[in-house]
């Protein structure tokens, strides 16, 4: 690790200073001259009619400002939430997408679904008039089971049936023909439980409405404030572009739930410019429950064939995802493209093919969460691999290692539409391998039998692509936008630096890890440099954070225009030491040519008061960039998992947890190592506890942290964290992503581990105590 | 929250008083679960009689072969009292896993007891320990003390001014915590007065109970194998998203004999 502030240095995150003390500014915690404040009226019922409903009563007490319903809001011409990708069936056809509108209008479909808005001079007379509203609902019939919705009533009026899409990648005929002669065939049900995000930050939005200037600003928990500002202008119509500014102030956790388009941000903008006045709405926990987009929540069957030898010849994979009632701004991406393309896994499997057929039911719509489509496609591939090794009496590691793509092969076109650019997985997996005493583990199982345990070991070689690119690509493949990144660099008249990233920190550290790149590249001290983000206003464009690309997408678009500061400072140098611009070096922060030396401060001023300046150059020193990636990132590693079962009550006790993690070069290791943690706890919440549950009618369950179980520090060993290095082949910084990775591995290892335990019992997520008693013959 | 009348009085006879002339009234203890409650705007009483500011309610004795807890004493000083973790440290050991260290700083016995929340850990205590509790009218006994789902023999505007726990030679308590609450999925105590044991449950069914079956097999051979045939019938039992009723009956065993171990290693 190096001392200092540049590269590869455990830097001190500056954003905590006001995160741990209390100090940050989050949206709730900004105020408006004449602010109101709005409260939701959400549906009771999963589907529903939704008939008169009257207001009347409400908008008697005292300090209830308006009540605006779903009707309004249509008949002042507001748009669809859009879905932001199309994605095409096997026949060609565009998927089904059922209208959206931000406020139910004839029919809610979720529970939880907002269908008016209620406007109080108070918080208190706001909820107070949102028990007032009379709404007369008809009760519908319900599609809650996504492995039965594509039979059931469809319950979306108008549409055919309740199948968005039945999608597939890869060579079916060649799948089926390679399974048909392998020499032995594992086969899987497994499904993917549904979580709800749960950022320590409910979401939260300001509608601001200036009838003088016609402006609109929207102060809003988001991840992505100019695709907020792009779709609210564009196809929602609530204000063009031009006079909409969206801010996403400090931002408490996203994990995925606050990149989405929302009804609520949406109809707190629209209702400020109908009522004048600012409107606040900050969700209440039951609300973030309710109607934060949930994440996974998928049902596969899988075969794998293998041949004599157990190499790997073909991956059958048929997935029903869970799309929720509507599709959600990525919903429709995260089980196909984000899913599908990851099953080669680290592996040379020649023959894939994965279809998945995507449903409506009566649930909150589901999308992207931390990793998206990732940890669903890594559990698919190592529970097989898992599985396949113990039926074969194989030790799992070396089935593996047999089976991982080598470093010789790269670039490695897989079955599903990848070109992985680089890694070394056996260095992970051999890293691994030895943190975690592979060797000494037959001993730890006879001791744990000895104590009344039984003991087992699961391993998760993941994959998982980031940054999404190139931006022609993604779109050919249907999204909706581009996913390029961009930057601006600042020099101030004085030698400091303003840095304008179009990326988004919601806890990933950008404002100390984005310094230290600038200061590392410039030779500027970090101290000078400050990183500005999340303000349309103050920013020309951006696409935010997620899908681990700040770094290699956002980090990249600095490194360009920080390569145009250079090459206008030579200009700027040669001109002050008589010579041309080919003739100067950049180094440390110091032009120089021959004997004579200039600081990056020193020209910056001279670039500001042009005394003596290059007459063809203008003044100022200022850049900006944007950067189309060439390729996804693959960060890989491999994690290994070992877990103690009570017999007697089924408990499973996470005594051990391994990663190791190829992450490309790394800026800043300690907020890599938090990165990593984090994304464990997450995993084993997955593994072990967490399940976002409806009952038969429709009803969310796990409607608090009472019934919904989050994982806790003590629930969690001390993870041993390592890495090992590969660079990226095609950004400046040879940097890969590490957002996502703990999430994406762990649950797949946790499992394993569960599974070896109980002799390769095809334990379901979350493994529950209860599950596992019954797994172990508890009746 | 709705607006409400909100009242601090300084003794049990003034609550009592203010309850009486209210016309809606609830009495706010350590407010673990009525502060939610009425943030989640589940609950409109007219009046909150905040039961903090009486001093005679707090406060921890031993003597005469027993431990007398005040209502108001919250759950951190039961756990971290020397004398009861002396007398009865299979009490102490009960308090200290309430919940987490906010709820246990927060939360009242007296509260939790008048509650009968069927997960609640004291509960298993007050019943496993043959714990009377007084109130400002009357004694009651620990053994009919609870009635069913968050309900209690306690009379409208009876308030419980302190529970007394006879101390027993040795007694133990194993808790199977729920994951996501940390409440009780079941917990047991078990306790030994001079060779009369005494099984007190909790978690299991609608509200803590004496376990007479498995108090009977211990009566008779008071070791961790008198239990290894016990059938624990799970009619009636709890049966929720957290655990079946099946596995609830399933887990009073293994608790059972868990603290039978524990108290027998004491």
Redesign the interface.
């Known amino acids: 690790m190096s001392e200092g502030t540049g590269i590869g240095a455990s830097v001190k995150r500056r954003e905590d200073v006001r995160f741990l003390t209390g100090s940050g500014t989050y949206t709730d915690d900004l105020n408006q001259p004449g602010q109101t404040y709005g409260v939701f009226l959400r549906s009771p019922h999963a589907r529903a009619r939704i008939g008169a409903i009257d207001a009347s009563e409400a908008l008697a007490l005292d300090g209830v400002l308006a009540v605006y319903t779903g009707q309004d809001s249509a008949a002042d011409g507001l748009g669809d939430l859009p879905c932001g990708w199309l994605v095409k069936s096997k026949d060609g056809s565009d998927m089904v997408s059922a209208p959206r509108p931000p406020l139910a209008v004839t029919q809610v479909n979720y529970v939880g679904e907002p269908y008016g808005l209620v406007v109080g001079e108070t918080l208190a007379a706001a909820q107070q008039g949102a028990e007032l509203v009379m709404t007369d609902f008809t009760e519908l019939n319900p599609v809650v089971d996504p492995a039965s919705a594509a039979d059931s009533e469809t319950i979306h009026e108008g549409l055919d049936s309740n199948v968005v899409y039945d999608w597939g990648l890869g060579d079916e005929e060649a799948t089926d023909a390679a399974l048909a002669g392998a020499a032995h065939v594992t086969q899987l049900d497994l499904s993917n439980n549904r979580l709800i995000p749960n950022a320590i930050e409910p979401r939260a939005a300001i509608g601001v409405y200036e009838a003088a200037s016609g402006d609109y600003t929207l102060y809003a928990t988001t991840q992505n404030p100019h695709l907020e500002r792009l779709v609210l202008a564009a196809f929602v119509q609530v204000a063009p572009e031009h006079k909409l500014r969206v801010v996403a102030p400090d931002v408490g956790g996203g994990f995925g739930s606050k990149i989405f388009i929302y009804p609520e941000e949406t109809i707190v903008l629209w209702a400020a410019g109908k009522l004048g006045r600012p409107i606040k709405w900050t969700a209440h926990r039951y609300e973030s429950f309710l109607a934060d987009a949930h994440g996974r929540d998928h049902i596969t069957h899988a075969q794998l064939g293998l041949d004599r030898d157990g190499r790997f010849v073909a991956l059958k994979v048929s997935t029903t995802a869970n799309i929720g009632a509507y599709l959600s701004t990525f919903g429709s991406s995260v089980p196909t493209f984000l899913y599908g393309t990851l099953l080669a896994g680290q592996y040379k499997t020649p023959n894939i093919y994965v279809e998945t057929l995507g449903v409506y039911t009566n649930t909150c719509p589901v999308d992207a969460y931390r990793g998206a489509g990732r940890p669903e496609a890594t559990f698919v591939v190592e529970r097989m691999v898992e599985t396949a090794a113990r039926e074969l009496g194989r030790d799992p590691a070396e089935l593996r290692r047999l089976n991982m793509i080598q470093p010789e092969d790269f670039p490695y076109e897989t079955p599903v539409a990848l070109v992985y650019d680089t890694g070394d997985y056996e260095a992970s997996l051999d890293k691994a391998l030895e943190l975690a005493d592979y060797g000494g583990f037959e001993a730890r199982r006879r001791e744990s039998a000895a104590a009344g345990k039984r003991r087992g070991v699961g391993f998760a070689c993941y994959i998982e692509a980031c940054g999404i690119a190139p931006s022609q690509l993604a779109i050919s493949l249907g999204a909706g936008v581009g996913l390029y990144e961009s930057g601006e660099i600042r020099i101030n008249p004085t030698g400091s630096v303003s840095v304008f990233t179009g990326a988004h920190s919601h806890g990933q550290g950008h404002e100390t890890t984005f310094a230290q790149v600038v200061s590392d590249k410039l030779g500027i001290p970090f101290d000078d440099i400050e990183i500005v983000h999340g303000d349309s206003g103050r920013m020309e464009f951006g696409l935010g954070t997620y899908g681990s690309r700040s770094l290699a997408v956002g980090g990249s678009a600095l490194i360009v225009a920080a390569d145009k500061i250079i090459a206008k400072g030579k200009k700027i140098a040669a001109h002050m030491m008589e010579t041309t611009d080919d003739n100067v070096d950049f180094e440390d922060g110091t032009f120089s040519s021959g004997n004579q030396q200039a600081t990056i401060q020193e020209v910056a001023f001279a670039s500001y008061v042009p005394a003596d300046y290059p007459e063809d150059l203008e003044p100022g020193l200022s850049e900006k960039a944007f950067y189309d990636p060439k390729n996804f990132t693959y960060p890989a590693g491999t994690h290994i998992a070992e877990v103690e079962v009570d017999e007697e009550t089924g408990e499973v006790d996470l005594v051990s947890f391994v990663a190791v993690d190829d992450f490309g070069e790394i800026i800043n290791p300690m907020i890599v190592d938090g990165q990593v943690h984090g994304g464990l706890a997450q995993g084993a919440g997955q593994a072990l506890m967490e399940h976002g549950r409806y009952d038969d009618y429709g009803q969310l369950q796990t409607g608090s942290y009472m019934d919904y179980c989050m994982p806790r520090a003590d629930d969690l060993p001390d993870f041993v964290v390592d890495t090992t290095v590969t660079a990226c082949t095609h950004n400046p910084l040879g940097v890969k992503g590490c957002g996502e990775a703990g999430a994406i591995g762990s649950p797949a290892a946790i499992i394993n581990a569960i599974s070896d335990a109980l002799d390769g019992h095809n334990i379901a997520m979350p493994a529950t105590s209860e599950q596992v008693w019954r797994a172990l013959g508890g009746k | 929250?709705y607006?409400f009348n909100y009242a601090k009085p300084a003794t049990v006879a003034e609550a009592a008083t203010l309850y009486a002339n209210a016309e809606d009234p609830v009495f706010l203890s350590g407010g673990q679960t009525l502060i939610p409650t009425l943030r989640?705007?589940l609950a409109a009483p007219t009046d909150v009689i905040d039961l903090s500011g009486i001093g005679e309610l707090s406060g921890i004795a031993v003597g005469d072969g027993k431990v007398t807890v005040g209502a108001f004493t919250r759950h951190c000083a039961v756990a971290e009292s020397a004398e009861v973790q002396a007398a009865i440290p299979a009490l102490a050991d009960l308090a200290g896993r309430i919940g987490d260290a906010q709820v246990r700083n927060c939360g009242t016995i007296g509260g939790s007891v008048a509650n009968s929340d069927p997960a609640a850990d004291y509960p298993a205590a007050v019943v496993a320990l043959g714990a009377t509790v007084r109130t400002d009218k009357r004694s009651i006994s620990g053994d009919d003390f609870f009635r069913d789902l968050f309900e209690t023999a306690l009379e409208p505007g009876e308030i419980i001014t302190s529970i007394e726990f006879p101390i027993p030679d040795r007694a133990a308590y194993r808790k199977?915590p729920n994951?996501?609450?940390r409440y009780a999925v079941v917990g047991v105590m078990v306790a030994d007065f001079g060779g009369n044991v005494r099984v007190g449950v909790t978690g299991a069914g609608p509200c803590a109970f004496r376990a007479r079956t498995i108090e009977d097999m211990l009566n008779a051979n008071l070791s961790t194998s008198a239990l290894d045939g016990v059938e624990v019938p799970d009619a009636g039992f709890n049966n929720d998203?957290?655990?079946?009723a099946?596995?609830r009956a399933?887990?009073v065993k293994?608790m059972a004999r868990r603290a039978v171990s524990d108290l027998l290693g004491a």
Not at chain 2, 241 to 244: G, I, K, M, R
Request: aromatic residues 12%; charged residues 10%; proline residues 6%.
């Open positions: 929250m607006q989640q705007r199977f994951p996501a609450s998203l957290h655990a079946s099946e596995y399933h887990l293994v």
